[in-house]
C-alpha cells in the first residue's frame, strides 16, 4: 500500500471557525491533490501541487486554501468553515507519468454544524 | 461540460454474470491515460485497471478489463463473472497530457449491486 496519511480521520466543527487537514506522504510522489467527495457529485479537484510551493486551484477551490512546505506534507485549510463544506476529503499522491494511477488516502469525514 | 461522464447511477447485476459499466470521455489531446476505480463501503479508493491513449490493445487485469473505443470516446469497464464482493460504486477516470497538467479528472460514479 502506498503510504499516505489523513489526519484526522473525523472531524466535527462549527460554522466560522478555521479548519485544517493534514496530508502525508512516504513515497516522494511529486503531485498532490485534494478532492472533496459528495453525493452525485463524484470526487472534485478543490487543489493540487506539482511541488514544494507550487500549488494550483481545482474546479471548487472557493473557501479553500492550500499549503506544501516540504514534499511529503499538504495542508487543506478551510478559511472559515459553512455547511457547503460538510464533506470527505480525499488526499491523493501521483507521479508525474500519465500512465501512473493516484494514490488516495482513507479520507476525512468534515461535518461543519 | 464535464470530461468524464457515466451515464448509469446505479446498476444491478446477478452474482456470476458479467456487467459493463459505462464511461465516456471528453479530451483534445493526442496523449491521455483512462483509469477505472474502486469504492467499497469501506470508503477507500481502489485502483483497478489503466488504458493509455496509444495502447492498441484492451487492457485486462484478471476479471477487469476496459473496452476502449478511441474514435467513441468510450472506456467501459467490463467485469466478468461478478461476485459479491464487486459490489461498490466505480469511477472512471482521465490524466491529460500538457493541456490537462496531468490532473486526474473522475466522473459521477456508477453504484454497481450484485445479487446473490
Known amino acids: 500500500d502506498a503510504g499516505i496519511t489523513q489526519s484526522p480521520r473525523h472531524k466535527v466543527t462549527e460554522t466560522g471557525t478555521p479548519v485544517t487537514l493534514r496530508c502525508h506522504q512516504t513515497?516522494?510522489?511529486?503531485?498532490m491533490y485534494w478532492y472533496r467527495q459528495d453525493p452525485g457529485h463524484g470526487l472534485r479537484l478543490i487543489h493540487y501541487s506539482y511541488g514544494v510551493k507550487d500549488t494550483d486551484k481545482g474546479e471548487v477551490s472557493d473557501g479553500y486554501s492550500v499549503s506544501r512546505s516540504k514534499t511529503e506534507d499538504f495542508l487543506l485549510t478551510l478559511e472559515s468553515a459553512t455547511s457547503s463544506q460538510t464533506s470527505v476529503y480525499f488526499c491523493?499522491?501521483?507521479?508525474?507519468?500519465?500512465?501512473?494511477?493516484?494514490?488516495f488516502g482513507q479520507g476525512t469525514r468534515l461535518t461543519v454544524v | 461540460a464535464q470530461k468524464i461522464t457515466q451515464t448509469q447511477p446505479g446498476m444491478f447485476v446477478q452474482e456470476k454474470e458479467a456487467v459493463t459499466l459505462d464511461c465516456t470521455y471528453d479530451?483534445?489531446?493526442?496523449?491521455?491515460?483512462l483509469f477505472w476505480y474502486k469504492q467499497p463501503s469501506s470508503g477507500e479508493m481502489i485502483f483497478l485497471i489503466y488504458?493509455?491513449?496509444?495502447?492498441?490493445q484492451n487492457a485486462t487485469e484478471g476479471r477487469y478489463s476496459l473496452n476502449f473505443q478511441k474514435a467513441r470516446k468510450s472506456a467501459n469497464l467490463v467485469i466478468s463473472a461478478s461476485q459479491l464482493g464487486d459490489s461498490a460504486m466505480y469511477f472512471c477516470?482521465?490524466?491529460?497530457?500538457?493541456?490537462?497538467?496531468?490532473?486526474?479528472?473522475f466522473g459521477r460514479g456508477t453504484s454497481l449491486i450484485v445479487h446473490p
Open positions: 488504458q493509455g491513449s496509444y495502447d492498441e
Open positions: 513515497e516522494n510522489h511529486r503531485y
Open positions: 479530451t483534445s489531446d493526442q496523449s491521455y491515460g
Open positions: 477516470a482521465m490524466r491529460e497530457g500538457e493541456r490537462g497538467s496531468y490532473i486526474p479528472t
Open positions: 491523493a499522491i501521483s507521479e508525474t507519468e500519465m500512465n501512473t494511477e493516484a494514490f
